[in-house]
Protein backbone atom coordinates (compact mmCIF):
# COMPACT_ATOMS: atom_id res chain seq x y z
CA UNK A 1 0.00 0.00 0.00
CA UNK A 2 1.80 3.03 -0.78
CA UNK A 3 2.24 6.11 1.18
CA UNK A 4 1.52 8.53 -1.03
CA UNK A 5 -2.23 7.67 -1.38
CA UNK A 6 -2.61 7.72 2.76
CA UNK A 7 -0.19 11.31 2.48
CA UNK A 8 -2.75 12.56 0.17
CA UNK A 9 -6.32 11.45 1.76
CA UNK A 10 -4.62 13.31 5.08
CA UNK A 11 -3.93 16.66 2.85
CA UNK A 12 -8.06 16.03 1.70
CA UNK A 13 -9.06 15.61 5.47
CA UNK A 14 -6.94 18.86 6.12
CA UNK A 15 -9.57 20.69 3.39
CA UNK A 16 -12.40 20.36 5.39
CA UNK A 17 -13.51 20.95 8.82
CA UNK A 18 -16.93 19.15 8.54
CA UNK A 19 -17.18 16.18 10.26
CA UNK A 20 -19.53 14.39 6.97
CA UNK A 21 -17.30 15.26 4.64
CA UNK A 22 -13.91 14.07 6.65
CA UNK A 23 -15.88 10.67 7.20
CA UNK A 24 -16.50 10.32 3.82
CA UNK A 25 -13.15 10.98 2.45
CA UNK A 26 -12.03 8.30 4.91
CA UNK A 27 -14.28 5.82 4.13
CA UNK A 28 -13.08 6.61 0.31
CA UNK A 29 -10.06 5.51 1.13
CA UNK A 30 -10.70 2.92 3.79
CA UNK A 31 -12.27 0.53 1.15
CA UNK A 32 -9.65 0.88 -1.40
CA UNK A 33 -7.17 0.11 1.30
CA UNK A 34 -4.77 -3.29 1.33
CA UNK A 35 -6.52 -4.96 4.43
CA UNK A 36 -2.54 -5.56 5.92
CA UNK A 37 -1.79 -2.32 6.04
CA UNK A 38 -5.17 -0.81 7.92
CA UNK A 39 -3.64 -1.95 11.27
CA UNK A 40 -0.72 1.04 10.24
CA UNK A 41 -3.10 3.41 8.80
CA UNK A 42 -5.29 3.45 11.59
CA UNK A 43 -2.63 4.38 13.95
CA UNK A 44 -0.62 6.83 11.16
CA UNK A 45 -4.20 8.60 11.33
CA UNK A 46 -3.92 9.54 14.20
CA UNK A 47 -0.41 10.45 14.21
CA UNK A 48 0.36 7.45 16.62
CA UNK A 49 2.54 4.02 16.03
CA UNK A 50 0.91 2.29 18.64
CA UNK A 51 -2.73 1.49 20.50
CA UNK A 52 -3.34 4.76 22.29
CA UNK A 53 -2.24 2.64 25.56
CA UNK A 54 1.17 2.45 24.36
CA UNK A 55 3.46 4.75 25.72
CA UNK A 56 4.30 7.32 22.85
CA UNK A 57 7.92 7.93 23.25
CA UNK A 58 8.77 8.93 19.49
CA UNK A 59 8.32 12.72 19.75
CA UNK A 60 10.96 13.72 18.07
CA UNK A 61 11.79 17.88 19.38
CA UNK A 62 11.38 20.66 16.12
CA UNK A 63 15.25 21.23 16.16
CA UNK A 64 15.93 18.01 15.77
CA UNK A 65 13.80 17.62 12.72
CA UNK A 66 14.72 20.60 10.78
CA UNK A 67 18.26 19.23 11.29
CA UNK A 68 17.05 15.91 9.19
CA UNK A 69 15.47 18.45 6.52
CA UNK A 70 18.29 20.64 6.25
CA UNK A 71 20.80 17.71 5.69
CA UNK A 72 18.18 16.22 3.49
CA UNK A 73 17.58 19.26 1.18
CA UNK A 74 20.97 20.79 0.98
CA UNK A 75 19.43 24.19 2.71
CA UNK A 76 21.38 25.63 5.34
CA UNK A 77 20.36 25.33 9.03
CA UNK A 78 19.46 28.80 9.22
CA UNK A 79 17.19 29.06 6.30
CA UNK A 80 15.10 25.98 7.66
CA UNK A 81 15.12 27.59 10.50
CA UNK A 82 13.96 31.20 9.34
CA UNK A 83 11.07 29.24 7.17
CA UNK A 84 10.18 27.59 10.51
CA UNK A 85 9.80 30.25 12.62
CA UNK A 86 7.26 32.20 9.96
CA UNK A 87 5.28 28.52 9.59
CA UNK A 88 5.41 27.25 12.99
CA UNK A 89 5.15 23.65 11.05
CA UNK A 90 8.12 21.66 10.22
CA UNK A 91 5.68 19.45 8.22
CA UNK A 92 5.23 22.70 5.97
CA UNK A 93 8.60 23.05 6.25
CA UNK A 94 9.65 20.03 4.84
CA UNK A 95 7.02 19.93 2.10
CA UNK A 96 8.40 23.12 0.73
CA UNK A 97 12.05 21.99 0.91
CA UNK A 98 11.86 18.61 -0.52
CA UNK A 99 11.19 16.90 -3.60
CA UNK A 100 11.04 13.07 -4.14
CA UNK A 101 15.16 12.73 -4.75
CA UNK A 102 16.35 14.74 -2.06
CA UNK A 103 16.93 17.67 -4.54
CA UNK A 104 16.31 20.93 -4.11
CA UNK A 105 12.82 22.36 -5.49
CA UNK A 106 12.93 25.86 -6.58
CA UNK A 107 16.32 26.96 -8.30
CA UNK A 108 19.32 27.87 -6.19
CA UNK A 109 19.36 27.11 -2.16
CA UNK A 110 19.92 30.94 -2.18
CA UNK A 111 16.29 31.52 -3.48
CA UNK A 112 14.64 34.38 -0.46
CA UNK A 113 12.46 32.61 2.15
CA UNK A 114 9.40 34.64 0.37
CA UNK A 115 9.60 33.05 -2.72
CA UNK A 116 10.10 29.32 -1.21
CA UNK A 117 6.52 30.56 0.43
CA UNK A 118 4.89 32.26 -2.46
CA UNK A 119 5.48 29.45 -4.19
CA UNK A 120 4.92 26.44 -2.74
CA UNK A 121 5.24 22.93 -3.82
CA UNK A 122 2.04 21.87 -6.13
CA UNK A 123 -0.26 20.27 -3.02
CA UNK A 124 -3.39 18.27 -4.38
CA UNK A 125 -6.00 19.30 -2.26
CA UNK A 126 -8.23 20.02 -4.77
CA UNK A 127 -7.58 16.70 -6.69
CA UNK A 128 -10.55 13.44 -6.39
CA UNK A 129 -9.78 10.25 -5.50
CA UNK A 130 -11.24 9.76 -9.65
CA UNK A 131 -7.87 11.05 -10.73
CA UNK A 132 -5.48 9.15 -8.33
CA UNK A 133 -4.50 7.52 -11.51
CA UNK A 134 -2.85 11.04 -12.91
CA UNK A 135 -1.00 11.31 -9.82
CA UNK A 136 0.75 7.82 -9.72
CA UNK A 137 4.06 9.35 -10.66
CA UNK A 138 3.59 11.83 -7.63
CA UNK A 139 4.32 8.86 -5.66
CA UNK A 140 7.57 8.50 -4.00
CA UNK A 141 7.48 4.27 -4.16
CA UNK A 142 7.50 4.69 -0.18
CA UNK A 143 5.18 1.82 0.87
CA UNK A 144 2.82 2.64 4.36
CA UNK A 145 4.83 0.00 6.32
CA UNK A 146 8.16 1.41 5.27
CA UNK A 147 7.17 4.63 6.87
CA UNK A 148 5.91 3.14 9.79
CA UNK A 149 9.14 0.66 10.08
CA UNK A 150 11.23 3.98 10.03
CA UNK A 151 9.33 5.71 12.05
CA UNK A 152 9.40 2.81 14.71
CA UNK A 153 13.20 2.71 14.12
CA UNK A 154 13.59 6.45 15.23
CA UNK A 155 11.30 5.60 18.25
CA UNK A 156 13.76 2.49 19.10
CA UNK A 157 16.94 4.78 18.40
CA UNK A 158 18.42 4.76 21.96
CA UNK A 159 21.34 5.59 23.87
CA UNK A 160 24.71 7.89 23.27
CA UNK A 161 23.99 8.64 20.07
CA UNK A 162 20.59 8.49 19.66
CA UNK A 163 19.91 12.09 18.29
CA UNK A 164 21.72 11.73 15.25
CA UNK A 165 20.74 7.94 15.01
CA UNK A 166 17.38 9.50 14.44
CA UNK A 167 17.86 12.35 12.51
CA UNK A 168 19.65 9.59 10.03
CA UNK A 169 16.73 7.47 9.91
CA UNK A 170 14.56 10.24 9.35
CA UNK A 171 16.91 11.67 6.69
CA UNK A 172 16.62 8.61 4.69
CA UNK A 173 13.01 8.56 5.00
CA UNK A 174 12.80 11.82 4.04
CA UNK A 175 15.17 11.59 0.72
CA UNK A 176 12.74 9.18 -0.79
CA UNK A 177 9.47 10.90 0.14
CA UNK A 178 7.60 13.41 -2.25
CA UNK A 179 6.62 16.91 -0.58
CA UNK A 180 3.16 16.01 0.35
CA UNK A 181 4.56 12.97 1.90
CA UNK A 182 7.29 14.86 3.91
CA UNK A 183 4.83 17.35 5.00
CA UNK A 184 2.96 13.82 7.30
CA UNK A 185 6.35 11.98 8.16
CA UNK A 186 7.36 15.24 9.68
CA UNK A 187 4.24 15.93 11.29
CA UNK A 188 3.82 12.83 12.84
CA UNK A 189 7.49 12.42 14.19
CA UNK A 190 6.97 15.11 16.29
CA UNK A 191 3.83 13.89 17.44
CA UNK A 192 1.45 16.96 16.32
CA UNK A 193 -0.23 15.30 13.41
CA UNK A 194 -3.46 17.30 13.53
CA UNK A 195 -5.51 16.54 10.53
CA UNK A 196 -8.61 16.66 12.77
CA UNK A 197 -10.09 13.50 12.28
CA UNK A 198 -10.17 11.67 15.63
CA UNK A 199 -11.33 8.61 17.33
CA UNK A 200 -15.16 8.79 16.51
CA UNK A 201 -14.60 10.12 12.99
CA UNK A 202 -12.57 7.01 12.25
CA UNK A 203 -14.95 4.92 13.87
CA UNK A 204 -17.52 6.45 11.14
CA UNK A 205 -15.38 5.73 8.43
CA UNK A 206 -14.91 2.16 9.40
CA UNK A 207 -18.81 1.80 9.51
CA UNK A 208 -19.27 3.50 6.02
CA UNK A 209 -16.50 1.96 4.57
CA UNK A 210 -17.75 -2.12 5.92
CA UNK A 211 -20.60 -1.66 7.93
CA UNK A 212 -24.00 -0.32 8.18
CA UNK A 213 -25.30 2.56 10.04
CA UNK A 214 -27.45 0.15 12.24
CA UNK A 215 -23.23 -1.88 13.18
CA UNK A 216 -22.06 1.47 14.38
CA UNK A 217 -22.58 0.75 18.12
CA UNK A 218 -20.95 -2.33 18.13
CA UNK A 219 -17.72 -1.06 15.97
CA UNK A 220 -17.51 1.88 18.96
CA UNK A 221 -17.79 -1.00 21.40
CA UNK A 222 -15.19 -3.08 19.97
CA UNK A 223 -12.95 0.16 19.99
CA UNK A 224 -13.89 1.09 23.65
CA UNK A 225 -13.10 -2.60 24.99
CA UNK A 226 -9.80 -2.98 23.57
CA UNK A 227 -8.34 0.74 23.15
CA UNK A 228 -6.98 -0.23 19.80
CA UNK A 229 -8.20 1.12 16.48
CA UNK A 230 -5.73 -0.48 14.62
CA UNK A 231 -6.83 -3.70 15.61
CA UNK A 232 -10.73 -2.52 14.86
CA UNK A 233 -9.84 -1.88 11.27
CA UNK A 234 -7.94 -4.69 10.64
CA UNK A 235 -11.00 -7.12 12.19
CA UNK A 236 -14.14 -5.41 10.45
CA UNK A 237 -11.99 -5.25 6.98
CA UNK A 238 -10.73 -9.29 7.18
CA UNK A 239 -13.30 -9.96 9.44
CA UNK A 240 -16.66 -7.92 8.65
CA UNK A 241 -19.62 -7.43 11.15
CA UNK A 242 -19.31 -10.99 13.03
CA UNK A 243 -16.08 -10.88 13.63
CA UNK A 244 -15.77 -7.21 15.30
CA UNK A 245 -19.06 -8.51 17.42
CA UNK A 246 -16.72 -11.73 18.82
CA UNK A 247 -14.21 -9.09 20.11
CA UNK A 248 -13.63 -9.76 23.38
CA UNK A 249 -12.38 -7.23 26.70
CA UNK A 250 -8.93 -9.09 27.30
CA UNK A 251 -6.21 -8.67 29.86
CA UNK A 252 -3.35 -6.09 28.49
CA UNK A 253 -6.32 -4.20 26.66
CA UNK A 254 -7.02 -1.03 28.89
CA UNK A 255 -11.05 -1.05 28.43
CA UNK A 256 -12.19 2.61 28.17
CA UNK A 257 -13.56 3.53 31.99
CA UNK A 258 -17.43 4.10 32.42
CA UNK A 259 -17.97 7.62 33.35
CA UNK A 260 -20.69 9.50 35.84
CA UNK A 261 -23.87 11.79 35.17
CA UNK A 262 -24.16 14.44 37.86
CA UNK A 263 -27.26 15.72 39.83
CA UNK A 264 -27.63 18.59 41.76
CA UNK A 265 -29.15 16.73 44.61
CA UNK A 266 -29.89 13.38 46.51
CA UNK A 267 -33.78 13.61 46.10
CA UNK A 268 -32.99 14.35 42.47
CA UNK A 269 -30.49 11.29 42.21
CA UNK A 270 -32.72 8.80 44.48
CA UNK A 271 -36.25 9.84 42.16
CA UNK A 272 -33.64 9.20 39.10
CA UNK A 273 -33.47 5.39 40.16
CA UNK A 274 -37.18 5.33 40.76
CA UNK A 275 -36.43 4.72 44.61
CA UNK A 276 -33.61 2.20 44.50
CA UNK A 277 -30.05 2.22 43.77
CA UNK A 278 -26.66 1.44 45.16
CA UNK A 279 -24.35 4.44 46.75
CA UNK A 280 -20.32 4.15 46.92
CA UNK A 281 -18.12 6.14 49.05
CA UNK A 282 -16.61 8.86 46.03
CA UNK A 283 -12.90 8.36 47.19
CA UNK A 284 -10.69 11.20 46.33
CA UNK A 285 -7.63 9.44 44.70
CA UNK A 286 -6.31 8.32 41.06
CA UNK A 287 -8.82 5.34 39.13
CA UNK A 288 -6.99 2.51 38.81
CA UNK A 289 -7.71 -0.25 35.67
CA UNK A 290 -5.69 -3.48 37.10
CA UNK A 291 -5.11 -6.34 34.61
CA UNK A 292 -3.84 -8.95 36.73
CA UNK A 293 -2.85 -11.79 34.81
CA UNK A 294 -1.02 -15.00 35.93
CA UNK A 295 2.31 -13.86 36.61
CA UNK A 296 2.09 -9.77 35.88
CA UNK A 297 0.07 -7.08 36.77
CA UNK A 298 -0.37 -3.98 34.53
CA UNK A 299 -1.64 -0.39 36.44
CA UNK A 300 -3.59 1.95 33.56
CA UNK A 301 -5.19 5.47 34.34
CA UNK A 302 -8.16 6.85 32.81
CA UNK A 303 -6.06 8.61 30.25
CA UNK A 304 -4.34 4.88 29.65
CA UNK A 305 -0.97 5.45 30.68
CA UNK A 306 0.88 2.67 32.55
CA UNK A 307 0.99 3.87 35.88
CA UNK A 308 2.36 0.39 37.04
CA UNK A 309 6.21 1.95 38.17
CA UNK A 310 4.00 4.36 40.61
CA UNK A 311 2.53 1.43 42.43
CA UNK A 312 4.35 -1.55 41.95
CA UNK A 313 3.15 -2.13 45.71
CA UNK A 314 -0.26 -2.20 44.71
CA UNK A 315 0.49 -4.42 41.80
CA UNK A 316 2.14 -7.14 43.76
CA UNK A 317 -0.47 -7.41 46.15
CA UNK A 318 -3.38 -7.39 43.77
CA UNK A 319 -1.78 -10.50 42.49
CA UNK A 320 -1.13 -12.20 45.94
CA UNK A 321 -4.67 -11.36 47.03
CA UNK A 322 -6.23 -12.34 43.61
CA UNK A 323 -8.28 -15.88 43.30
CA UNK A 324 -8.14 -15.82 39.57
CA UNK A 325 -5.48 -16.62 37.14
CA UNK A 326 -6.70 -13.36 34.86
CA UNK A 327 -8.46 -10.44 36.09
CA UNK A 328 -9.74 -6.90 35.25
CA UNK A 329 -10.61 -4.81 38.27
CA UNK A 330 -11.03 -1.09 38.85
CA UNK A 331 -10.44 1.07 42.01
CA UNK A 332 -9.23 4.21 43.28
CA UNK A 333 -6.14 4.22 44.93
CA UNK A 334 -5.63 7.20 47.68
CA UNK A 335 -3.00 8.18 49.95
CA UNK A 336 -3.12 6.92 53.58
CA UNK A 337 -1.60 9.38 56.16
CA UNK A 338 0.67 6.90 57.99
CA UNK A 339 0.13 8.44 61.29
CA UNK A 340 -3.41 8.41 61.51
CA UNK A 341 -4.55 5.84 59.13
CA UNK A 342 -7.02 8.66 57.24
CA UNK A 343 -7.35 8.96 53.57
CA UNK A 344 -5.63 11.95 52.23
CA UNK A 345 -6.63 14.55 49.68
CA UNK A 346 -5.69 13.43 46.06
CA UNK A 347 -2.80 15.68 45.74
CA UNK A 348 -1.07 13.14 47.99
CA UNK A 349 -1.28 10.04 45.65
CA UNK A 350 -0.08 12.23 42.67
CA UNK A 351 3.56 12.35 44.36
CA UNK A 352 3.44 8.51 43.52
CA UNK A 353 3.82 9.83 40.07
CA UNK A 354 7.26 10.94 40.21
CA UNK A 355 9.47 8.54 38.18
CA UNK A 356 12.55 9.36 40.78
CA UNK A 357 12.73 7.99 44.51
CA UNK A 358 9.21 5.60 44.00
CA UNK A 359 11.06 3.41 46.50
CA UNK A 360 11.22 6.53 48.79
CA UNK A 361 7.47 7.49 47.63
CA UNK A 362 6.40 3.86 48.14
CA UNK A 363 7.61 4.00 51.52
CA UNK A 364 6.37 7.23 52.53
CA UNK A 365 3.57 7.73 50.91
CA UNK A 366 1.16 4.29 51.80
CA UNK A 367 -2.01 4.04 49.67
CA UNK A 368 -4.93 2.12 49.60
CA UNK A 369 -6.85 0.74 46.42
CA UNK A 370 -10.56 0.81 46.94
CA UNK A 371 -12.08 -1.41 44.23
CA UNK A 372 -15.62 -0.78 42.56
CA UNK A 373 -15.55 -2.57 39.70
CA UNK A 374 -15.26 -6.28 38.09
CA UNK A 375 -14.98 -6.32 34.19
CA UNK A 376 -13.37 -9.88 33.22
CA UNK A 377 -12.66 -12.33 35.29
CA UNK A 378 -10.63 -16.12 33.71
CA UNK A 379 -12.20 -15.79 30.60
CA UNK A 380 -15.30 -13.82 31.01
CA UNK A 381 -16.22 -10.72 29.94
CA UNK A 382 -18.45 -9.31 32.64
CA UNK A 383 -19.50 -5.90 31.21
CA UNK A 384 -22.62 -7.27 30.29
CA UNK A 385 -23.73 -8.08 34.11
CA UNK A 386 -25.32 -6.09 36.20
CA UNK A 387 -23.50 -3.71 38.44
CA UNK A 388 -24.43 -6.09 41.93
CA UNK A 389 -23.58 -9.21 40.05
CA UNK A 390 -20.30 -7.43 39.11
CA UNK A 391 -19.94 -6.16 42.63
CA UNK A 392 -20.55 -9.62 44.37
CA UNK A 393 -17.51 -11.12 41.75
CA UNK A 394 -15.52 -8.78 42.66
CA UNK A 395 -15.57 -8.96 46.32
CA UNK A 396 -15.78 -13.19 45.91
CA UNK A 397 -12.44 -13.01 43.76
CA UNK A 398 -10.14 -11.40 46.48
CA UNK A 399 -9.08 -12.36 49.59
CA UNK A 400 -9.59 -8.58 50.77
CA UNK A 401 -7.45 -7.03 53.34
CA UNK A 402 -4.85 -4.57 53.44
CA UNK A 403 -3.95 -2.67 50.63
CA UNK A 404 -7.09 -3.50 49.16
CA UNK A 405 -10.54 -3.13 50.28
CA UNK A 406 -13.88 -2.90 48.49
CA UNK A 407 -15.45 0.75 48.82
CA UNK A 408 -18.21 1.29 51.24
CA UNK A 409 -21.24 0.65 49.47
CA UNK A 410 -25.31 0.66 50.45
CA UNK A 411 -28.47 -0.13 48.72
CA UNK A 412 -30.41 2.95 49.59
CA UNK A 413 -34.55 3.26 49.44
CA UNK A 414 -34.99 6.69 50.12
CA UNK A 415 -33.79 10.27 50.39
CA UNK A 416 -33.19 9.95 54.10
CA UNK A 417 -31.01 6.93 53.35
CA UNK A 418 -29.04 8.86 50.51
CA UNK A 419 -28.73 11.82 52.85
CA UNK A 420 -27.70 9.76 55.90
CA UNK A 421 -25.11 7.87 53.81
CA UNK A 422 -23.75 11.56 51.79
CA UNK A 423 -23.58 12.58 55.17
CA UNK A 424 -21.27 9.61 56.57
CA UNK A 425 -19.27 9.43 52.96
CA UNK A 426 -18.11 13.59 54.09
CA UNK A 427 -17.40 12.11 57.49
CA UNK A 428 -15.24 9.56 56.42
CA UNK A 429 -12.95 12.69 54.02
CA UNK A 430 -14.37 11.04 50.84
CA UNK A 431 -15.87 13.77 48.09
CA UNK A 432 -19.16 12.77 48.22
CA UNK A 433 -21.06 9.59 46.32
CA UNK A 434 -21.47 7.92 43.46
CA UNK A 435 -25.02 6.10 43.19
CA UNK A 436 -25.12 3.01 40.85
CA UNK A 437 -28.14 1.47 39.59
CA UNK A 438 -29.14 -1.73 40.25
CA UNK A 439 -31.51 -2.49 37.49
CA UNK A 440 -31.25 -5.54 35.27
CA UNK A 441 -29.64 -3.26 33.02
CA UNK A 442 -27.27 -1.44 34.99
CA UNK A 443 -24.16 -3.17 32.70
CA UNK A 444 -20.95 -1.70 32.60
CA UNK A 445 -20.99 0.93 29.38
CA UNK A 446 -17.12 0.95 28.75
CA UNK A 447 -16.25 4.99 27.74
CA UNK A 448 -19.59 5.67 28.30
CA UNK A 449 -21.05 8.78 30.43
CA UNK A 450 -24.66 8.08 31.53
CA UNK A 451 -27.37 7.87 34.22
CA UNK A 452 -26.31 4.39 35.28
CA UNK A 453 -23.78 5.73 37.64
CA UNK A 454 -24.41 9.21 38.62
CA UNK A 455 -21.63 11.08 41.07
CA UNK A 456 -22.84 13.69 43.27
CA UNK A 457 -19.77 15.95 45.60
CA UNK A 458 -20.25 18.13 48.86
CA UNK A 459 -19.23 21.02 46.27
CA UNK A 460 -22.63 20.79 44.48
CA UNK A 461 -23.91 22.10 48.02
CA UNK A 462 -22.00 25.48 47.77
CA UNK A 463 -24.45 27.85 46.96
CA UNK A 464 -24.70 28.25 43.04
CA UNK A 465 -21.47 27.17 42.71
CA UNK A 466 -20.68 23.75 40.70
CA UNK A 467 -17.36 22.64 39.47
CA UNK A 468 -16.19 21.69 35.62
CA UNK A 469 -13.45 20.00 33.84
CA UNK A 470 -12.31 22.23 31.39
CA UNK A 471 -9.73 22.06 28.57
CA UNK A 472 -7.08 25.12 28.13
CA UNK A 473 -7.53 26.01 24.30
CA UNK A 474 -6.11 29.82 24.68
CA UNK A 475 -4.36 32.69 26.83
CA UNK A 476 -4.54 36.34 26.88
CA UNK A 477 -1.36 37.81 27.97
CA UNK A 478 -1.71 40.08 31.68
CA UNK A 479 -1.91 43.46 32.00
CA UNK A 480 -0.68 45.31 35.12
CA UNK A 481 0.74 42.61 38.04
CA UNK A 482 0.19 39.97 35.58
CA UNK A 483 2.14 42.09 32.65
CA UNK A 484 4.61 39.50 31.12
CA UNK A 485 2.81 36.36 32.18
CA UNK A 486 -0.87 35.22 30.58
CA UNK A 487 -3.11 36.40 32.75
CA UNK A 488 -6.22 34.82 31.49
CA UNK A 489 -7.02 31.60 29.97
CA UNK A 490 -9.62 30.64 27.35
CA UNK A 491 -11.62 27.44 28.49
CA UNK A 492 -13.60 25.10 26.41
CA UNK A 493 -15.70 22.00 26.99
CA UNK A 494 -16.26 18.75 24.90
CA UNK A 495 -18.87 18.74 22.41
CA UNK A 496 -18.78 15.15 21.93
CA UNK A 497 -21.11 14.61 18.94
CA UNK A 498 -19.16 17.04 16.83
CA UNK A 499 -15.37 15.62 18.20
CA UNK A 500 -14.93 20.02 19.05
CA UNK A 501 -13.91 21.60 22.07
CA UNK A 502 -16.26 24.94 22.56
CA UNK A 503 -15.32 27.90 24.12
CA UNK A 504 -17.53 28.32 27.74
CA UNK A 505 -15.43 31.10 29.44
CA UNK A 506 -12.42 33.40 30.10
CA UNK A 507 -10.75 32.46 33.31
CA UNK A 508 -8.73 34.80 35.05
CA UNK A 509 -9.37 33.95 38.87
CA UNK A 510 -8.33 31.38 41.43
CA UNK A 511 -4.52 31.79 40.02
CA UNK A 512 -2.14 32.36 42.83
CA UNK A 513 0.95 33.88 42.17
CA UNK A 514 3.16 30.15 41.94
CA UNK A 515 0.45 29.10 39.33
CA UNK A 516 0.55 32.06 37.27
CA UNK A 517 5.00 31.46 37.34
CA UNK A 518 4.09 27.79 36.23
CA UNK A 519 1.47 28.91 33.18
CA UNK A 520 4.13 28.85 30.54
CA UNK A 521 5.82 25.46 31.49
CA UNK A 522 2.45 23.87 31.54
CA UNK A 523 0.82 25.26 28.75
CA UNK A 524 3.96 26.39 26.03
CA UNK A 525 4.71 22.74 24.74
CA UNK A 526 0.53 23.02 23.42
CA UNK A 527 1.48 26.52 21.32
CA UNK A 528 -0.27 26.61 18.34
CA UNK A 529 0.32 29.55 15.66
CA UNK A 530 -3.87 28.98 14.72
CA UNK A 531 -6.95 28.11 16.49
CA UNK A 532 -6.54 24.39 16.48
CA UNK A 533 -8.69 22.56 14.13
CA UNK A 534 -10.49 20.25 16.86
CA UNK A 535 -11.31 23.95 18.21
CA UNK A 536 -14.59 26.34 17.74
CA UNK A 537 -14.49 29.90 19.37
CA UNK A 538 -15.49 33.12 18.31
CA UNK A 539 -13.43 34.98 21.14
CA UNK A 540 -9.73 35.26 19.77
CA UNK A 541 -7.29 34.60 22.33
CA UNK A 542 -3.78 36.12 21.98
CA UNK A 543 -2.35 32.70 21.86
CA UNK A 544 -3.89 29.20 21.17
CA UNK A 545 -3.10 26.07 22.51
CA UNK A 546 -3.85 22.40 21.63
CA UNK A 547 -6.72 21.03 23.69
CA UNK A 548 -4.50 18.96 26.49
CA UNK A 549 -5.06 20.42 29.88
CA UNK A 550 -8.11 20.31 31.85
CA UNK A 551 -8.61 22.43 35.14
CA UNK A 552 -11.10 22.18 37.29
CA UNK A 553 -13.20 25.52 37.68
CA UNK A 554 -16.52 26.69 39.35
CA UNK A 555 -18.90 29.34 38.59
CA UNK A 556 -21.69 30.87 40.07
CA UNK A 557 -23.90 30.40 37.22
CA UNK A 558 -24.65 29.34 33.01
CA UNK A 559 -25.40 31.98 31.23
CA UNK A 560 -26.48 32.49 27.49
CA UNK A 561 -23.43 34.00 26.10
CA UNK A 562 -22.69 35.97 22.54
CA UNK A 563 -19.01 35.19 22.29
CA UNK A 564 -19.16 31.68 23.84
CA UNK A 565 -20.02 28.46 21.52
CA UNK A 566 -20.87 26.01 23.47
CA UNK A 567 -24.26 24.95 22.78
CA UNK A 568 -24.07 27.32 19.81
CA UNK A 569 -27.93 28.33 18.95
CA UNK A 570 -29.15 25.30 20.79
CA UNK A 571 -31.30 27.75 23.57
CA UNK A 572 -31.38 30.64 21.90
CA UNK A 573 -29.90 32.01 18.08
CA UNK A 574 -27.19 33.52 17.98
CA UNK A 575 -26.28 32.69 21.85
CA UNK A 576 -23.90 29.85 23.17
CA UNK A 577 -23.59 28.96 26.88
CA UNK A 578 -20.86 30.49 29.28
CA UNK A 579 -20.03 30.41 32.70
CA UNK A 580 -20.52 33.63 34.92
CA UNK A 581 -17.66 34.17 37.22
CA UNK A 582 -15.71 31.22 36.89
CA UNK A 583 -12.79 30.42 39.20
CA UNK A 584 -9.54 27.89 39.05
CA UNK A 585 -10.25 25.42 42.26
CA UNK A 586 -6.24 25.09 41.85
CA UNK A 587 -6.81 21.43 41.06
CA UNK A 588 -4.92 20.13 37.76
CA UNK A 589 -7.28 17.23 36.64
CA UNK A 590 -4.18 15.99 34.83
CA UNK A 591 -5.77 12.15 35.13
CA UNK A 592 -8.33 13.38 32.78
CA UNK A 593 -7.50 13.36 28.96
CA UNK A 594 -9.01 16.24 26.82
CA UNK A 595 -12.06 14.04 25.80
CA UNK A 596 -12.89 13.29 29.41
CA UNK A 597 -13.83 17.41 30.70
CA UNK A 598 -17.27 18.51 31.21
CA UNK A 599 -19.35 17.94 28.12
CA UNK A 600 -21.54 20.23 26.44
CA UNK A 601 -24.47 18.58 26.49
CA UNK A 602 -23.82 18.31 30.83
CA UNK A 603 -23.38 22.12 30.71
CA UNK A 604 -26.74 22.11 28.91
CA UNK A 605 -28.25 20.04 31.46
CA UNK A 606 -27.23 21.97 34.13
CA UNK A 607 -28.38 25.12 32.12
CA UNK A 608 -31.86 23.60 31.89
CA UNK A 609 -31.77 22.31 35.52
CA UNK A 610 -30.99 26.31 37.06
CA UNK A 611 -34.30 27.63 38.68
CA UNK A 612 -32.97 31.20 38.38
CA UNK A 613 -33.53 33.79 35.54
CA UNK A 614 -31.10 33.32 33.10
CA UNK A 615 -32.81 34.81 30.44
CA UNK A 616 -30.60 37.69 29.59
CA UNK A 617 -28.01 38.04 27.14
CA UNK A 618 -24.53 38.62 29.20
CA UNK A 619 -21.39 38.14 28.17
CA UNK A 620 -19.41 35.86 30.90
CA UNK A 621 -16.47 35.26 32.78
CA UNK A 622 -14.41 38.05 31.58
CA UNK A 623 -13.41 39.19 35.03
CA UNK A 624 -9.31 38.91 35.93
P1 LIG B 1 -15.02 12.83 38.33
O1 LIG B 1 -13.55 12.60 38.25
O2 LIG B 1 -15.40 13.96 39.22
O3 LIG B 1 -15.66 12.91 36.98
O4 LIG B 1 -15.67 11.54 39.04
C1 LIG B 1 -15.52 10.25 38.53
C2 LIG B 1 -14.34 9.56 39.19
O5 LIG B 1 -14.59 9.28 40.57
C3 LIG B 1 -14.04 8.17 38.65
O6 LIG B 1 -13.35 8.23 37.44
C4 LIG B 1 -13.22 7.56 39.76
O7 LIG B 1 -11.87 7.92 39.57
C5 LIG B 1 -13.69 8.28 41.01
N1 LIG B 1 -14.35 7.41 42.01
C6 LIG B 1 -14.17 7.52 43.34
N2 LIG B 1 -14.93 6.64 44.00
C7 LIG B 1 -15.61 5.93 43.08
C8 LIG B 1 -16.57 4.87 43.15
N3 LIG B 1 -16.98 4.39 44.31
N4 LIG B 1 -17.07 4.39 41.98
C9 LIG B 1 -16.67 4.89 40.80
N5 LIG B 1 -15.77 5.90 40.67
C10 LIG B 1 -15.25 6.42 41.79
Known amino acids: MLFSDLARTFDRLESTTKRLEMTTILAD ?6 HDSLRDIAYLAQGKLHPDFHPQVLGMSDRLILKAVSKS ?64 SESSGLDVSEVMGGLRRIEATDGKRSQEGKINELMSLLKRATPVEARYICRIATGRMRVGAGDMTFLDALGEA ?19 MGLVAETIAKGGMDAIRAVSVSVGNPVKVMLAERLPSIPELVEKFEGRCAMEFKYDGIRIQA ?65 HGIDDAVRDIPVRMFMFDMVYADGEDMTMRPYLERRR ?102 DSEKGMFETVCKLGTGFDDAFLEYMPTLLNGNLCREMPRSVD ?40 LGLRFPRYTGRLRSDKDPEQCTTVTEIGDMYERQTHDSDGLSETGDEE
Not at 469 to 476: E, K, P, Q
Open 29 to 34: FLRTAD
Open 393 to 494: ALEEGFDLGGMIQMTTMRVVESEEEGEEFFANAVTARCEGIMAKSVASNSVYKAGNRGFLWIKYKKDYQQALTDSFDLVVVGAFYGMGKRAGKYGALLMAAY
Open 210 to 228: FATKEDRPDIERAFNITCD
Open 537 to 576: AEMIPDVWFEPTVVMEVVAAEITLSPIHTASKDVYKNGAG
Open 73 to 136: SGYQENVVERMWIESGDTGTVAEKLMDGEGVVKGGSKQTSLDSLFEKPAPRKRQMSFEDMGIME
Open 291 to 355: HISRDSVKLYSRRLEDLTPNFPDVARFLRSRCRHDEAIVEGECVAIDPETGFMLPFQHVTHRRKK
